[in-house]
């Protein structure tokens, strides 16, 4: 299953189909037009859903999933921030949080393209993704699920794009642990500890925002 949240029905360059956007509780749909770089799918990039800072926690919950241990693949391109720190959130699917701190900016850059994985069992047809607030507006651009064969049932650590090269990639420090026995690479990265820009928000509380990130279209 592929979503592109905030978007249209999307056909990718690998003849892949993303069903227009659903299964969310709450956020705004933002979108650009301007080339988003790492990518052959601009239009995966190109929209978002953002949640803003009250209000309920922006989660989408996607029902009648077969049971069984999945890869789930978010996608991102911070569009909108232009310096480290100006927004943070972490990611909890199936209630554990499973990425912390994700500053994509630091990660990425602006208008790149950044994909982490992380696995989640389903035991009851239903699978839940939550964006929590830490600085500013948390956000998503394209969710995807892949039902891992049971030959690979366990724990996939978050995984980072590596192919990413921007100039904030100082910014970012990766780490590689690669099995040769699961089907799919176990990475895991450790993201830099964001610094306050000038123009960002000092406070961190959960629900407050200082500019109201990303206006509605």
Not at 195 to 203: H, K, L
Request: contains cysteine; negative net charge; proline residues 5%.
């Amino acid at each position: 299953l592929r979503i592109n949240c905030a978007g249209r029905e999307y056909v990718d360059s690998n003849d892949n189909v993303w069903i227009a956007d659903n299964y969310f509780n709450t956020g705004k749909p933002y979108s650009v037009t301007r080339p988003i770089t790492n990518t052959s799918d601009q239009s995966l990039y190109q929209s978002e859903r953002w949640d803003p800072p009250t209000g309920r926690i922006m989660t989408y919950t996607i029902p009648n999933i077969p049971n069984g241990d999945y890869e789930v693949t978010l996608h991102w391109a911070e569009v909108y921030a232009s310096s480290i720190g100006q927004r943070v959130f972490d990611v909890a699917v199936q209630e554990e949080v499973a990425i912390e701190n994700l500053d994509i900016f630091a990660s990425a850059g602006k208008d790149t393209a950044l994909s982490l994985s992380t696995a989640a069992t389903v035991v009851n047809e239903e699978i839940s993704i939550s964006f929590l607030r830490k600085v500013e507006n948390p956000k998503i651009n394209a969710i995807e699920l892949r039902l891992l064969p049971s030959e690979f049932l366990g724990t996939v650590p978050l995984e980072l794009d590596t192919t990413t090269s921007t100039d904030a990639s100082d910014s970012t420090t990766i780490a590689l642990s690669i099995s040769t026995t699961s089907a799919v690479e176990s990475t895991t990265a450790k993201l830099a500890t964001p610094t306050a820009d000038e123009t960002s928000p000092t406070s961190t509380v959960v629900g407050t925002t200082a500019s109201g990130i990303e206006a509605t279209t």
